[in-house]
T-cell receptor, first 112, second 114 residues
């Protein structure tokens, strides 16, 4: 079955550590996205990529980094520069035309 | 489960009643709109979409209405069931000529009472 997979489902990070969240899709979608979700707020765009080897900052990119070396994969690194990283992170993908997104099941990141 | 949307507006309906969830969007240039459903601890799921050249679209038990004059979108769910309990988000796309870049609303929690 085609879909988008995020791992791990739960992740714990110590202060000062970088952690990487995985996102893989086998939908042959060109565009991929990372969103952050906090209680009481909508989804906020961190980074997006419309094509391999290219990506753009979203609204809250500070403290995060991404890469897009393969069409299927768009990993997100939460760096130690991100001061409040505890949140639910959602990855999505879409075709390169106006359409809805397919979302992964999310990764819950907690700083301990 | 996930603590998504602890302080969201909440709509409570009786099982079997119809639900109407509303959304005000921000940009008159938006040309495409989507409703998503998000259950606790899961990613959002696509429900229904509508393009700006339409004012109504129906799916199975769901209807989306678009009023471009007042920039308002609504989702109607007929005969609401317990499985409909979730947070519902609207999203709008501003036509950039390339891929979608959706902007999401803050969401409404739907609680179905038995």
């Amino acid at each position: 079955d085609g879909g988008i997979t995020q791992s791990p489902k739960y992740l714990f990070r110590k202060e000062g550590q970088n952690v990487t969240l995985s996102c893989e899709q086998n939908l042959n979608h060109d565009a991929m996205y990372w969103y952050r979700q906090d209680p009481g707020q909508g989804l906020r765009l961190i980074y997006y990529s419309q094509i391999v080897n290219d990506f753009q900052k979203g609204d809250i990119a500070e403290g995060y980094s991404v890469s897009r070396e393969k069409k299927e994969s768009f990993p997100l690194t939460v760096t130690s520069a991100q001061k409040n990283p505890t949140a639910f992170y959602l990855c999505a993908s879409s075709t390169n035309r106006v359409s809805g997104y397919t979302f992964g099941s999310g990764t819950r990141l907690t700083v301990v | 489960g996930e603590s998504v949307g602890l302080h969201l507006p909440t709509l409570s309906v009786q099982e079997g009643d119809n639900s109407i969830i509303n959304c005000a969007y921000s940009n008159s240039a938006s040309d495409y709109f989507i409703w998503y459903k998000q259950e606790s601890g899961k990613g959002p799921q696509f429900i229904i979409d509508i393009r700006s050249n339409m004012d109504k679209r129906q799916g199975q038990r769901v209807t989306v209405l678009l009023n471009k004059t007042v920039k308002h979108l609504s989702l109607q769910i007929a005969a609401t069931q317990p499985g409909d309990s979730a947070v519902y988000f609207c999203a709008e796309n501003i036509n950039t000529g390339t891929a979608s870049k959706l902007t999401f609303g803050t969401g409404t929690r739907l609680q179905v009472m038995l």
